[in-house]
């Protein structure tokens, strides 16, 4: 049974930096895995995307240009580096594998626990 567990959050001011991790345990990622985020009273959202070579990312335009998805496929690892982060960040965020490439979460099995980042203006 393939688990995914997410770590990296915390509490930080805005303008800081953090960096999410996700481990999968059991066997290795499938072809494109994702970072999500679900904020209080909000729907669960796509944040990043990746395929397996990296050839293919997505961002969700409020987080363009601050946020940076990889993987290493080695050590089935994938990272999601914020910088820059604003209050309007704060959410669980949540990793998760689809075989195809979509923006849907609702595609998306197999969560996490999550991990909470919480940024304070």
């Known amino acids: 049974q393939v688990q995914l567990v997410e770590s990296g959050g915390g509490s930080v001011q805005a303008g800081g930096s953090l960096r999410l991790s996700c481990a999968s345990s059991?066997?290795?990622?499938?072809?494109?895995v994702g970072w999500f985020r679900q904020a209080p009273g909000k729907e669960r959202e796509s944040v990043a995307i990746i395929s397996r070579n990296a050839a293919i990312t997505y961002y969700t335009n409020s987080v363009k240009g601050r946020f940076t998805i990889s993987r290493d496929n080695a050590k089935n690892m994938v990272y999601l580096q914020m910088n820059s982060l604003k209050p309007e960040d704060t959410a669980v965020y949540y990793c998760?594998?689809?075989?195809?490439?979509?923006?849907?979460?609702?595609?998306?099995?197999?969560w996490g626990q999550g991990t909470q980042v919480t940024v304070s203006s």
């Open positions: 998760s594998q689809s075989g195809t490439y979509t923006t849907n979460p609702a595609d998306y099995d197999m």
């Open positions: 059991g066997r290795a990622f499938s072809l494109y």
